[in-house]
């Protein structure tokens, strides 16, 4: 609670830069948002080889899912494309390269939501399914269910014909020195090494970004995306390995609808990333939806109310991306740092990483 209260005395002073939205887009144009956490982001501590990866892996990410759009291709569709690229990047903590339990294992959790008929997908959990984001979007659309939770979830995935993985596969040594480092710091036992890991390097790795394990609590690695299509559809989607050293079988905001999850074309979508706990208990993404609904609200003004007024003063930590019908392009968040990007038709992209970037 301590480093929270510091980070946010740090953070009240630049609050301003890291909320800075887009002009709406004319009619029928696409547009996508997309985000690869949020939290104590640095450059003293990301370095330039750091900054330089996390940047460019973003902008692959984006391409695609704008390639998707400009092709007229779906919300959905650009959201699941955008999203598998960052299941795979190990700088992110979602599939490929997610933290791990207290137990040595990866749990991965993911959400999508189709703005045009509030049809919506999740799951919790999963082991083995390679792509979590697909896996959500099978359950909305070929089950009668909203989320699917673990062994199940993977089964389903299984039966719907997507690639399932050894959950040797998701593993990255990076995130598992960074366990290990975190585990002994706080006294708690350090499990065995995952079985079909390969074998432990001579000399532990050098990770790309060289963030603070101190902060690792605190560098939410979540990745999201929203979209808007030619159709004047929106979606979300969010995929997450969740908090490093959590206790097996915790589930975060993510994949629960509302919490960090959320699309309607009656009000918008939202991707969230932070301290799952607080957003769940807000109701993050549905109430920036609410504000900008009932309120009559910019987007800009609700992701802001809510993330720097409401989350704030329940000491939570994190931020959100977010985009409306009309194209308002928006991110808010109260943290030091949040990999971003976005992108209108026709228009240039625009990365961001640390709170003083427009």
């Known amino acids: 609670m301590k480093r929270i ?9 630049v609050a301003a830069l890291a909320s800075v ?11 996508i948002v997309v985000h690869g956490g949020a939290g104590v982001i640095e450059r003293s501590k990301l370095g330039p080889e750091g900054e330089a990866a996390y940047r460019a892996s973003l902008a692959k990410a984006e391409a695609a899912g704008a390639g998707v759009l400009d092709r007229g291709g779906s919300a959905l569709d650009a959201i699941e494309a955008t999203i598998n690229i960052l299941e795979d990047d190990p700088l992110f903590n979602a599939g490929h390269g997610a933290v ?6 990866n749990e991965l ?6 703005g045009e008929n509030l049809k919506a997908g999740a799951v919790a959990g999963v082991t083995r399914t390679r792509h979590p984001i697909s896996l959500a979007r099978a359950v909305m659309e ?5 989320i699917l939770a673990g062994a199940g979830a993977d089964a389903f995935g299984a039966r719907v014909g997507l690639e399932q993985v050894d959950p040797s596969f998701f593993f990255t040594e990076a995130r598992w020195q960074s366990l290990v480092k975190q585990l002994q710091k706080e006294g708690r036992p350090v499990p065995p090494r995952p079985v079909g890991a390969p074998p432990p390097p001579a000399a532990p790795p050098v990770p790309v970004a060289q963030i ?9 690695g979540t990745v999201g995306v929203v979209a808007l299509d030619r159709a004047g559809n929106i979606a979300a989607g969010t995929s997450t390995g969740g908090l490093q050293g959590k206790m097996p079988g915790r589930v975060g905001d993510s994949p629960i609808i509302g919490a960090g999850t959320y699309a309607s074309n009656q009000s918008c979508a939202v991707s969230a990333t932070g301290s799952g706990e607080y957003f769940i208990r807000l109701g993050v993404a549905r109430e920036i939806c609410n504000l ?4 009559g609200m910019k987007l800009q003004q609700a992701a802001d109310q809510v993330i720097h007024k409401e989350l704030e003063a329940l000491h939570g930590d994190g931020g959100v991306i977010a985009i409306t019908t009309d194209g308002q392009l928006v991110w808010s968040f109260n943290t030091p740092g949040m990999f971003r990007a976005r992108q209108a038709e026709g228009g240039k992209v625009e990365i961001g990483i640390y709170n003083d970037e427009p």
């Open 100 to 105: 791990f339990t207290a137990e040595g294992k």
């Open 142 to 146: 070929k089950s009668p269910y909203v």
């Open 292 to 295: 900008v609904a009932f309120k």
């Open 109 to 114: 959790d993911a959400a999508i939501m189709d």
């Open 21 to 31: 939205a887009q002009a709406p887009q004319p009619a029928g144009h696409w547009a």
């Open 212 to 220: 603070d394990e101190s902060a690792d609590a605190h560098m939410h």
């Open 5 to 13: 209260c510091c980070l946010f005395a740090g953070v009240f002073m």
